[in-house]
């Protein structure tokens, strides 16, 4: 399959995301992940609606989604799905495990024949950090802040709950203005920093 050269500004966010997040993160604590996390309320599809540039996803033009299963170990089993600039489907499978008994809210996400995420335990790369009351909306980020995650069951929401998300973005170390909203059918169709939304 041909694939694409991503556009410039897309690239160019990536860098400036990682530029502004690699700036007094390194010895900061982790953010703290939600009190109690009700995995079977949090299972099912969610679709990405803003997110910190990740080299993983950078070639995901629109409609990202991630579906979360019970697996037969008692894991989550992860389905990531998008489509790609040239129109296609980006996909990978992959398994989260509970780091965190207590809260369920920190896990370790591994992708098999992905270097550097094969391994299906390891330390915490996924934390719940913030979610909406009826599990309608969720903030997930790794505990060194790098990456971010808007992830909601719809594919818009309205300005009253994106407020909500920036404030818990903030709460969770980050700036709002270096994730980039996710173009979603029935959403968001437009890139641009989620502070300029």
Known sequence: MRTRRLPRTTALFAALAAGLLGAGTANAAPPAPVPALDLDRYLGEWRQLAAIPQVFNLDCARDT???????????IGVYNRCRTWAGGTSEIRGTATVNDPVTNAQLHVS???????????GATNYIVTALGPDYEWALVTSPSRLSGFVL???PSLDEATWQRIDEAIRTAGQDPCVYLVSPTTGGRTDLRPLCAR
């Open 152 to 154: 909601a069951r719809t």
């Open 111 to 121: 992708f098999p024949g992905v270097p550097g995420q094969d391994e299906r335990a």
């Open 65 to 75: 989604t991630a579906t979360y299963t019970l697996d037969a170990q008692g894991d």
